[in-house]
């Protein structure tokens, strides 16, 4: 049972834009959500996190947005530029050293 | 240098074969992972070991055995390959539990292909 969605598998921006790419999960055990980007043939790289006492994380062009009563959360890149362009992941994990539950992924394509 | 390396790369071998995958951490993290990632793209927790101790061990057939030598590496050994073996593995390293730090960080990955 999927337990972290990512609904839209693609997405296409406009360079100089914004990103909003999104995530709901199921399990009211998370406390951590994480975002990773990944390129073809590569691993996942780490993004963005944020705790669940948190509902807002911003780290330069990135910020993720968790809203715990919906039980979603966002990741909004601006401006989007297009080496952006990878597909990202969303995660969850009940606490540090435990295993991170993965979505689907979401393909970002920045245009320019 | 690379944070986590994984050996080989890509691996095509024989339905029955038994073959091997290294990966080796130099963050000096405790907790180490593997995950598979299907043809659908999902990424899959496999297994968890905490200073060379099993954490964690979801659903996996008893085919697929980690072994941890020391701290800096996670083994995954693969008896009698199946077609559905068919993934690419990723392994992953964390600081563990006491340190508040969530972030894992992944190998490239390597490209299983049973025939």
């Known amino acids: 049972d999927q337990q972290v969605k990512q609904n839209s598998p693609s997405l296409s921006v406009q360079e100089g834009r914004i990103s909003i790419l999104n995530c709901d999960y199921t399990?009211?055990?998370?406390?951590?959500f994480l975002w990773y980007k990944k390129y073809p043939a590569e691993g996942p790289t780490f993004l963005i996190s944020?705790?669940?006492?948190?509902d807002k994380n911003e780290d330069g062009r990135f910020t993720v947005f968790l809203n715990k009563s919906a039980k979603h959360l966002s990741l909004h890149i601006v401006p989007s530029q297009p080496g952006d362009s990878a597909v990202y992941f969303c995660a969850a994990s009940i606490n540090s050293g435990y295993a991170l539950n993965f979505g689907k992924g979401t393909s970002l394509l920045v245009t320019p | 240098d690379t944070a986590v390396s994984q050996t080989p790369k890509y691996l095509v071998t024989q339905m029955g074969n038994d073959k091997s995958i290294k990966c080796e951490q130099n963050l000096g993290h405790d907790t180490m992972y593997w995950y598979k990632q299907d043809s659908k793209k999902f990424l899959k927790i496999m297994f968890s070991y905490n200073n060379k101790e099993l954490i964690i061990n979801e659903t996996v057939p008893n085919r697929f055995s980690p072994k941890s030598p020391d701290k800096a590496h996670l083994n995954l050994h693969i008896n009698s390959l199946e077609l559905g073996d068919s993934a690419v593995y990723f392994c992953?390293?964390?600081?563990?539990?006491?340190?508040?730090?969530?972030?894992?960080?992944f190998g490239p990955g390597t490209r299983l292909t049973v025939l």
């Open positions: 944020i705790s669940s006492i948190k």
């Open positions: 992953a390293s964390s600081q563990d539990a006491a340190s508040g730090r969530v972030e894992q960080f």
């Open positions: 399990n009211s055990m998370f406390d951590y």
